[in-house]
């Protein structure tokens, strides 16, 4: 993309989120899609949300080691995320490191994706239920991605949430936010589609 937009750790407030959400749905972005694919070089990273798990947040009495309790992805979920990897393999992009939220539905787009290559990261875990952990948990991973350098590229798969916090875009499920460390903050590079 032609604009790289520097963004620091925020509190998303709900217009903030709603203006995000319209521009996140802009056919200019979409359109500019692909243009994101050449930004995955050595040192760049890519946040993706997970793929399409029906719902939003998670049932009451979710517990992280028991999948049946969450909210996880479906046939069309899945179908996505191993398109993703394909996505990867086709292009030759050189995947360094995945990381995941503790969640199913991160763990099993990574999974899918990049079948045997997913670490879990509690940084990137989701904070939708308790948003009192946003500031601390966006700071770690914020200090966390600015340190990466390669070589390949950090493929993160996480939350809206934690994306949003991060760079200020409301990603779509399956969609990728690839962004670059940048002095104390991080650039964002381009959107690829889900």
Known sequence: ?????????????????????????????????????????????????????????????????????????????????????????????KVAAVLTSQWCRTRETAELAFPGRAREDSNFNSFFGDPSRQPAQTAAAQAFLSRWKGPGVLVVVTHQVNITSLTGIVPASGEGVVIRPQGEGLAVQGRLAP
């Open 1 to 93: 993309m032609g604009l790289v937009m520097t963004v620091r750790t925020w509190c998303a407030g709900p217009a903030l989120v709603a203006a995000a959400l319209l521009a996140s749905l802009s056919a200019p972005v979409r359109a500019q899609a692909d243009a994101a694919w050449p930004a995955l070089q050595d040192g760049s990273i890519v946040l993706f949300r997970h793929a399409t798990a029906p719902g939003g947040g998670d049932p009451p009495g979710m517990k992280l080691g028991d999948c049946s309790t969450q909210r996880n992805l479906d046939g069309a979920g899945r179908a996505q995320a191993k398109r993703l990897g394909e996505q990867f393999r086709q292009r030759g992009i």
